[in-house]
Nanobody
Framework: QVQLVESGGGLVQPGGSLRLSCAASGGTISSYAMSWYRQAPAKERELVASITSIAGTTNYADSVKGRFTISRDNAKNTVLLQMNSLKPDDTAVYYC?????????????WGQGTQVTVSS
């Protein structure tokens, strides 16, 4: 059982930056695809960025391309999301996700979320 804890959220002005961190415990994340999702009020949860387990290939939502960067440090069991040029539309609760499938068994773990508010 992998536990994920997000941190680094807060209030920032438009154009500012934040760095979110996802710390894992109870297991190593090296074999998991790691992702950041977000959910704004009255909206569905959406994928923001993901990074594969071995090659470290990244994928981003169109709305954050060029502004957000996902990275992982398997030795530290952490995943980061660097967010630059933040906009009010980025306001949401951000969730960390770890996911893998081994043969027929799926593993899917979520953190509790961290609030990001972009406002002047």
């Amino acid at each position: 059982q992998v536990q994920l804890v997000e941190s680094g959220g807060g209030l920032v002005q438009p154009g500012g930056s934040l760095r979110l961190s996802c710390a894992a415990s109870g297991g190593t994340i090296s074999s998991y695809a790691m992702s950041w999702y977000r959910q704004a009020p009255a909206k569905e949860r959406e994928l923001v960025a993901s990074i594969t387990s071995i090659a470290g290939t990244t994928n981003y939502a169109d709305s954050v391309k060029g502004r957000f960067t996902i990275s992982r440090d398997n030795a530290k069991n952490t995943v980061l999301l660097q967010m630059n040029s933040l906009k009010p539309d980025d306001t949401a609760v951000y969730y960390c996700n770890a996911r893998k499938q081994v043969i027929a068994r799926k593993y899917d773990f979520w953190g509790q979320g961290t609030q990001v508010t972009v406002s002047s």
